[in-house]
């Protein structure tokens, strides 16, 4: 079958469906929960905040400043970062709902003066050069295919010292087998093109001019959000007709089966703008 290279149109389309969803089982979030070890009992929510915070802790700014969210789900990161430290957010997505409900969420959180919203495709990024004093994405890069046009974007707005923060997904071994079978349903159902290395990652960020600070694995730290995602497809799959449930069906039990791919590590990429 041949690689999936979804466009943002069909990324936005998945995420108006389903976002309300995905929302509920990470508690607001769109993206998994850190734990700091296996005593932890943190909740889902105060675990997927937690992972927000890593993120907001690298972008290393002290003195306020403009920060760039790419792929800013349902806004709750974006809120999250700019009530906790001060910082205007200026929020992207390519989901209509998203938007909307994003807005609503800073209106509703009495930030709408400090954090806004936008459609936008990160591999055209209307905002000028040099604009931003931060940029951070959360489980958003692994959708877009034009990375290097993405990175080249990224580099392009943010300012000298500035840095980017990336938590996501990234293939760590070679992905054969049960798990490649996943993988091709997975990235149809929820728009995914083939997962990049850690190799590919820092290849990029070098190729624009950004200097690599730092890349850890944090996967054993994140990996207890796997167990939330069976029900979730379960439920994707009840509520949707018949071209999405037999995906979201596979996917539900290969994950009930084996509990996580073990050739897919979760990155915390820091690099900075000289
Ligand atoms: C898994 S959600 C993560 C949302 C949010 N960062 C969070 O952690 O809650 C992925 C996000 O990436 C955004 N996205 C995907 N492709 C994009 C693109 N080409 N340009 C801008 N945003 C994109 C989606 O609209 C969505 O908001």
Redesign the pocket.
């Known amino acids: 079958m041949a690689e999936l290279q979804p466009v943002?149109f069909m990324?936005?389309t998945m995420?108006d469906q389903f976002t309300d969803i995905?929302a509920q089982y990470?508690g607001g979030?769109?993206?998994f929960g850190y734990w700091e070890s296996e005593k932890d009992d943190s909740p889902i929510e105060v675990a997927t905040n937690r992972l927000?915070d890593l993120v907001a802790d690298r972008l290393a700014l002290t003195t306020g400043g403009r920060v760039l969210?790419?792929?800013?789900?349902?806004g709750?990161?974006s809120v999250h970062i700019s009530s906790g430290r001060g910082l205007h957010v200026v929020g992207?997505?390519?989901?209509d709902h998203?938007l909307q409900l994003a807005r609503a969420r800073s209106y509703d959180e009495g930030l709408a003066e400090q954090v806004s919203f936008q459609l936008?495709?990160?591999?055209e990024l209307p905002f000028e050069d040099s604009s931003f004093e931060g940029a951070y994405?959360?489980?958003?890069i692994l959708?877009?295919r034009d990375k290097d046009t993405?990175f080249g974007n990224l580099a392009r707005v943010l300012r000298p010292g500035a840095r980017l923060v990336i938590a996501d997904f990234y293939q760590s071994d070679e992905i054969s087998g049960n798990e490649a079978n996943l993988a091709v349903h997975a990235s149809q159902l929820l728009q995914i093109p083939p997962l990049i290395t850690a190799d590919m990652y820092r290849e990029h960020v070098h190729r624009v001019g950004l200097q690599l600070v730092e890349f850890t694995d944090i996967r054993e730290h994140v990996e207890r959000s796997y167990a939330s995602l069976p029900a979730m497809f379960q439920q994707i799959a009840s509520t949707f007709g018949s071209e999405i449930f037999p995906q979201a069906v596979t996917v539900a039990r290969f994950l009930e089966q084996f509990g996580i791919i073990p050739q897919v590590g979760y990155m915390l990429l820091t690099a900075v703008r000289p």
């Open positions: 943002p990324v936005g995420y995905f990470f979030n769109l993206h927000t969210d790419v792929g800013c789900g349902s709750k990161a992207i997505t390519v989901s998203q936008a495709d990160a591999t994405a959360i489980e958003s959708h877009m993405v």
